[in-house]
């Protein structure tokens, strides 16, 4: 595996940030506001997809971030076998750490593991996500003023809000 260097430069970023005592979605907002280009914007880059931006453009997301400081490829480690399917086209189901198959060290890394461990540390226990009935709306509720998908909050008195307020920097976007 090669390094791109644009690419590891935006990601020990994030792990510094990560280790000055930023949150991820501090860390989404800054990105942002400073026009630092996505994962997606990195690919089409060099001609490996042709995709657009569901608003005017890509942003960076929370969950992006947190994946980002999950992963392992960035300090030298190969992981596979970590989801499986419970049949094609099913969904992924994470197995137990113990049942990953796991290469150390199988090329140079980008962050240093003292680094990668210190952030893990810091970093919540994955919860599941809640249950969300469906709505028919639910991919066609688009938000004013980021053009994002809005999404559906369940409760006493369901509501369809735009996810991205918190970390884009469009102050027009609010709850709907």
């Given at each position: 595996?090669?390094?791109?260097?644009?690419?590891a430069d935006v990601v020990r970023r994030i792990f510094s940030?990560?280790?000055?005592?930023?949150?991820?979605?501090?860390?989404?907002?800054?990105?942002?506001?400073?026009?630092?280009?996505?994962?997606?914007?990195?690919?089409?880059?060099?001609?490996?997809?042709?995709?657009?931006?569901?608003?005017?453009?890509?942003?960076?997301?929370?969950?992006?971030?947190?994946?980002?400081?999950?992963?392992?490829?960035?300090?030298?480690?190969?992981?596979?076998?970590?989801?499986?399917?419970?049949?094609?086209?099913?969904?992924?189901?994470?197995?137990?750490?113990?049942?990953?198959?796991?290469?150390?060290?199988?090329?140079?890394?980008?962050?240093?593991?003292?680094?990668?461990?210190?952030?893990?540390?810091?970093?919540?226990?994955?919860?599941?996500?809640?249950?969300?009935?469906?709505?028919?709306?639910?991919?066609?509720?688009?938000?004013?003023?980021?053009?994002?998908?809005?999404?559906?909050?369940?409760?006493?008195?369901?509501?369809?809000?735009?996810?991205?307020?918190?970390?884009?920097?469009?102050?027009?976007?609010?709850?709907?």
């Amino acid at each position: 595996m090669l390094i791109a260097e644009d690419e590891a430069d935006v990601v020990r970023r994030i792990f510094s940030l990560t280790m000055e005592g930023y949150t991820s979605t501090e860390i989404t907002r800054l990105f942002n506001e400073t026009g630092v280009k996505t994962p997606i914007e990195f690919i089409i880059e060099k001609g490996k997809t042709s995709r657009v931006p569901k608003g005017e453009q890509f942003l960076w997301g929370n969950s992006t971030i947190c994946q980002i400081l999950r992963n392992e490829i960035y300090i030298g480690n190969i992981v596979q076998k970590k989801y499986t399917k419970d049949f094609v086209g099913g969904k992924n189901h994470l197995n137990p750490r113990e049942d990953w198959l796991i290469t150390y060290n199988h090329h140079e890394p980008i962050i240093d593991k003292e680094v990668f461990d210190k952030v893990q540390e810091g970093r919540g226990i994955k919860r599941k996500p809640p249950y969300n009935p469906t709505h028919p709306l639910i991919g066609k509720a688009v938000c004013g003023c980021c053009k994002k998908n809005l999404r559906y909050r369940r409760g006493l008195n369901p509501y369809f809000s735009c996810h991205y307020r918190y970390s884009n920097a469009m102050e027009n976007c609010v709850d709907n």
